[in-house]
């Protein structure tokens, strides 16, 4: 399975979207646009990020930039696993 595939999984599992993240883009926005992503979202989809692809995310390497759309999102996960 490629990366943006398992991150549209997760996120698809994580905020309970019941099969929607699948018509997710790059450019989709995701904090403030969907409802289900909340504070504690966020920390429940770090959480799972981090045990399904091994990395850990420090405190100071999240702002809301991240989660601004999609394509933010990925390009997080790939720094993450490439660093």
């Given at each position: 399975m490629e990366i943006g595939d398992e991150v549209v999984e997760i996120l698809?599992?994580?905020l309970s979207?019941?099969?929607?993240?699948?018509e997710f883009r790059l450019d989709t926005p995701l904090l403030g646009a969907?409802?289900?992503l909340d504070s504690m979202a966020?920390?429940?989809l770090i959480t799972t990020l981090e045990e399904r692809f091994g990395f850990v995310v420090e405190d100071d390497e999240i702002d809301g930039t991240v989660f601004a759309t999609l394509g933010s999102l990925l390009d997080f996960v790939h720094g993450k696993l490439v660093a």
């Open positions: 698809d599992e994580v979207l019941k099969g929607r993240a699948s969907i409802p289900e966020v920390v429940a």
